[in-house]
């Protein structure tokens, strides 16, 4: 079924969709429900509910009307179907494969990625039985080689988080569908007002919410984002979706629910038995966080310009990665898939390997040493030694997090402090 | 792009408040099956949901008698909503014009063009590849409350 795009602009979206007024009270601002369960009418109402019959609340594990208020926001944002959310990105990603994988099953993933990411899919996935095959992210010929007739998804970031390195999502997204593989995109690091995956192709989009989304660093939350559109019906590599459901008494779900499927199954199976639901009070933070989603951007995009300029001419600095720059490797491909700007994390090297690299975090004074991105405040990591240090030596470096990096998350202050803090650090970490 | 390509919602959503009485041509005894999902679901909402299907006919479906055709139908019907393959439904067109109703309706995965010329030069409206459950969910609030997308932004009130 085609799908107009929407008729409102994102900024619109990103304040009104999923939050009409309450119905009860008329309050403009979205109420926190802060409830674990709901009243049925009657007992029929309640076998409706439970046999997925009607739309509803039973108990906040599985729904809850703040969280839905804001899967909502975020489907609507992605330009996707549904959404589910999740206490966190990394429950997310869980989350997003849970209905595709099974033992035995694998997952072809890029190398570039979130530490903690490759950490989930490389160590703890085993424990499901559930392989990671990583391949190298700059080149989707590296994704094609690597299908099997056990191969159940691809994951990648949009932008890879820390390096900064951008993939090619048109090409990767052509190797998934010319395999009838769903195509997964992390996209924390450029939220969809930089870049909209299922718009180049991807089939599932997940965030941290915690990162730019919310956007003031008070409110951990994931979501996974389903485009509505892979052929899950009849498919037998899904029986997740394209089988009898014993537990709800045999209904398929991809019949059933059509291009809701995914979503519904997300929340009546995935939620209800894994448990990783959102709280409300976090939703609602979050659902005020997007509301200024495309100012923050814009402000974060044009501060992390000026900052990695003024770090390539900096002395104490060996190399800049960021897209932004004309000479970045990923210049090329962000252009083609980010609008608007480049992100604002990115990584450089400090001349003096690792202890440097030690010495500066340690020397910011208005920049805060902190393992987490996009917030309003700027944020710096030294990842060899924290968010990477679960890794190999090997991996570090081939995943951009070698000694002497540092990744920054430029924030929203007047950008002269910021410059005027990294300019002391970098002096006094390398003197 | 023309209306079957893409409905505007207040086309759908004046379809949903305008009809009282449904004939669900296909409508399945067992509970499994979705269109059990949508009578149960509409009749919740207050329609009136007349189940029509010759294999199960003379039984008692969700406190309706399942009718074997439309024909058979004892009283007015606004709308005719098709759980049929699309082939079968031009005929069916023709039937939903004798027996007066005012809207064609076809489920998602249904679409049949000829079908929606006939009903549509009898005077009905049409609609094809759509479910109403879904509509009237999406139109009406409820299915935001699984985190779907709706499509639907407004400052104002709910009104059901």
């Known amino acids: 079924m085609p799908r107009p795009k929407s008729a409102y602009g994102l900024e619109t979206l990103a304040i009104h969709a999923g939050t009409p007024p309450d119905p009860t009270t008329g309050a403009r601002s979205f109420p926190i429900y802060q409830s674990t369960a709901y009243v049925f009418e009657d007992a029929d109402h309640a076998a409706s509910l439970f046999n997925l019959q009607t739309p509803g609340f039973i108990y906040s594990r599985l729904t809850n009307p703040t969280v839905a208020a804001l899967e909502e926001r975020l489907a609507t944002l992605e330009g996707g179907r549904g959404a589910t959310a999740t206490s966190s990105g990394h429950a997310a990603e869980t989350l997003a494969l849970f209905p595709l994988m099974a033992p035995g099953m694998e997952v072809i993933v890029a190398d570039q990625l979130y530490g903690g990411t490759i950490n989930l899919m490389g160590k703890s996935f085993q424990k499901f039985g559930w392989q990671a095959v990583f391949v190298d992210a700059i080149n989707p010929d590296a994704f094609k080689r690597a299908l099997t007739e056990n191969t159940r998804a691809i994951f990648i970031e949009s932008i890879a988080n820390p390096a900064g390195m951008m993939m090619d999502l048109e090409a990767i997204a052509k190797v998934a569908k010319d395999a009838t593989v769903p195509l997964v995109v992390d996209n924390t690091m450029a939220t969809p007002a930089l870049c909209r995956p299922l718009e180049w192709g991807a089939d599932l989009v997940v965030h941290s919410t915690t990162k730019f989304l919310s956007g003031q660093g008070n409110a951990m939350g994931g979501v996974v984002i389903d485009s509505g559109e892979f052929p899950w019906f009849g498919n037998p590599k899904y029986p997740s979706l394209s089988t009898p459901a014993p537990e709800y008494q045999g209904i398929t779900f991809a019949e059933t629910f059509g291009d809701l499927a995914y979503t519904m199954y997300s929340h009546a199976v995935s939620l209800r038995d894994l448990g990783c639901t959102l709280a409300p009070l976090n939703a609602w933070l979050t659902l005020n966080g997007c509301e200024t989603l495309t100012l923050r951007m814009e402000r974060h995009c044009a501060n992390a310009q000026q900052v990695a300029k003024f770090l390539d001419d900096h002395p104490a600095v060996e190399w800049v990665y960021y897209a932004g720059l004309p000479k970045s490797p990923s210049h090329g491909l962000a252009k083609k898939y980010l609008s608007g700007g480049f992100g604002s994390v990115f990584t450089f090297g400090v001349r003096g390997g690792y202890d440097a690299g030690i010495k500066v975090v340690e020397q910011v004074e208005l920049i805060s040493h902190v393992a987490n991105i996009g917030d309003t405040k700027t944020l710096i990591l030294h990842p060899a030694s924290t968010t990477h240090r679960q890794l190999t030596d090997q991996q570090r470096v081939a995943c951009g997090a070698g000694p002497e990096v540092l990744r920054i998350s430029v924030g929203l202050e007047w950008v002269d402090d910021i410059l005027q803090d990294l300019d002391q650090a970098l002096q006094n970490a390398t003197s | ?160």
């Open chain 2, 1 to 160: 792009m023309n209306l079957h390509d893409h409905y505007p919602d207040s086309y759908l959503r004046d379809i949903l408040r305008s009809v009282r009485t449904i004939a669900m041509v296909g409508a399945s005894t067992n509970w499994k099956r979705p269109s059990f999902f949508v009578m149960k679901y509409l009749q919740r909402k207050g329609f009136r949901v007349i189940p029509v299907n010759p294999v199960s006919a003379g039984e008692l479906l969700l406190g309706e008698t399942v009718q074997s055709n439309l024909e058979s139908i004892p009283e007015a019907v606004d709308m005719v909503d098709l759980f049929r393959k699309a082939e079968q439904a031009p005929g069916l067109a023709q039937a939903a014009e004798q027996i007066g109703a005012k809207v064609l309706w076809m489920q998602i995965g249904v679409r049949n063009d000829e079908a929606a010329r006939l009903a549509e030069n009898a005077g009905m409206q049409v609609v094809m590849d759509r479910c109403p459950k879904i509509e009237y969910s999406r139109l009406f609030g409820e299915l935001g409350w699984h985190g779907v997308n709706t499509g639907v932004l407004t400052s104002k009130r709910r009104r059901y």
